[in-house]
């Protein structure tokens, strides 16, 4: 009889003290809510044995959810509580696992976060996307935030690319989904020519093709840009020696998020006419883009680009010198970096971060020399550009796949090199054999948690 009232006499006072922890958590929790923003993860711990662990957390949960004041269409700058708050309120048992995405703090992961679609345009220097009637503030439920270390990160919930999106700015973009990512379309965050993509590096550039002093008009071809293969050499002048010398691979590891390196200039470039300013133009660097999902990520046909941009031919009405009024064409721009993670990821498409091709060379009292290709959207070389002449250079070819870009040919102005390769992770869980057409081929992270 004593044992059982002695066991009686427990029980109450573990629920007695049980539901005073829970009360105690409940004003913490209200509290907290009401002095700063709410917050992707709870960090009180309930006591871990299991016949209160439960209720307990159930009231914590329903405390933080209930004082939180969730704001729409978030923009920040600095930590990630700049963009917290941002997310729509969840409904019950809705909650997604917990997810640590690579590179930003983890607090950008919103589980809460509304769904997005019918993007067309995301600029990472207004944090605004275009849904089809301009650049806006992100929709309700949604944030969009500078983390000030270089990268524009966007918290949803699900992402469907429903339409081609074009991706713009200086930033590069981090996508953090709480819900499954579908690409039935084309994300681009290429280089276009000159005009490099959202997070392309400003350092390690192909070399500027030299331009010849006296009564010759002749230029070197700039050299292609670098940066998860080299890149190509451009192509030297008949007299004026070798041609602008290419940027090298670098940033093996994936500890940063970084785009890829511009083409050198063409002799001369700075003598084009201001009509005509982006002649001769080494090609900017492809993009750094990131999307991590806590779901899944699944390319359906769609595309994912990265590539360089290609390198512009020369002009024919530089004023740098009389007697040198022709132009080298400028070297192609190295692809980005495009790193997906996700406890599952579907390649059914093509992910892409080619080289582009080097622009051609110009001749005097003629024509200009032609534009080199952006990097391809497939297997395939990205083409340099022609020569205005059979007496200058072409342009080289983009690098591809495990194809090195091509080197400028040489000319009375020589053609841009070739620019190189860019970088594609798929970090995941466990092995994945991947399908689709991924150029240049991905380097697999298999310690997703």
């Not at 016949?51 to 269409?73: D, E, I, K, Q, T």
């Not at 997906?340 to 971060?353: H, K, R, Y």
């Amino acid at each position: 009889m004593r044992a059982t009232i002695e066991a009686r006499r427990r029980a109450l006072t573990l629920r007695f003290a049980a539901r005073k922890y829970r009360k105690i958590l409940v004003r913490q929790a209200l509290h907290r809510s009401e002095q700063a923003p709410c917050v992707s993860k709870i960090t009180a711990r309930a006591p871990t044995r299991a016949r209160y662990n439960s209720p307990m957390r159930r009231a914590l949960v329903v405390a933080v959810l209930s004082g939180c004041a969730f704001r729409g269409g978030t923009q920040g700058v600095g930590s990630a509580d700049a963009a917290n708050g941002s997310a729509a309120d969840a409904p019950d048992g809705a909650m997604a696992p917990s997810f640590m995405p690579s590179h930003v703090d983890p607090g950008y992961y919103h589980p809460a976060a509304s769904p997005l679609s019918g993007v067309i345009g995301i600029d990472t220097d207004s944090l605004e996307l275009d849904l089809g009637s301009g650049l806006a503030p992100p929709p309700t439920g949604t944030a969009f935030a500078d983390d000030g270390n270089g990268h524009a990160v966007l918290s949803v919930g699900a992402w469907t690319v429903d339409q081609d999106v074009r991706v713009t700015g200086t930033r590069s973009l981090v996508v953090v989904a709480a819900g499954a990512v579908a690409i039935a379309h084309t994300i681009d965050a290429s280089a276009h020519n000159e005009v490099a993509g959202p997070g392309a590096a400003t350092s390690g550039r192909g070399n500027d093709g030299s331009s010849a002093a006296g009564s010759d008009d002749v230029d070197n071809g700039g050299g292609g840009g670098g940066f998860g293969g080299a890149g190509a050499a451009g192509g030297g002048a008949t007299t004026d020696g070798a041609g602008g010398s290419a940027g090298g691979a670098y940033g093996s590891g994936e500890s940063v998020l970084q785009g890829g390196s511009a083409g050198g200039n063409g002799g001369t470039a700075a003598g084009c006419a201001v009509s005509d300013t982006s002649r001769s133009q080494g090609g900017g660097g492809g993009g750094a883009l990131q999307i991590s999902s806590a779901m899944s990520i699944s390319i359906i046909g769609g595309a994912i680009d990265v590539g360089g941009g290609g390198g512009r031919g020369g002009c024919t009405n530089s004023t740098i010198n009389s007697n040198n009024t022709a132009t080298a064409g400028g070297g192609g721009g190295a692809g980005g970096e495009l790193f997906l993670e996700s406890p599952t990821i579907t390649t059914n498409g093509v992910l892409a971060a080619n080289g582009g091709g080097g622009g051609g060379g110009a001749i005097a009292g003629g024509n200009s020399g032609g534009d080199g290709g952006n990097g391809a959207i497939a297997a395939s070389a990205a083409k340099g550009g022609p020569a205005a002449d059979s007496s200058e250079g072409s342009g080289g070819a983009g690098g591809y796949a495990s194809t090195a870009p091509g080197v400028g040919t040489a000319g009375t102005n020589g053609g841009g090199g070739g620019g190189g390769v860019g970088r594609i992770w798929l970090r995941t869980r466990g092995a994945t054999t991947p399908g689709g057409t991924i150029t240049p081929a991905p380097a697999f992270d298999p310690s997703l948690p």
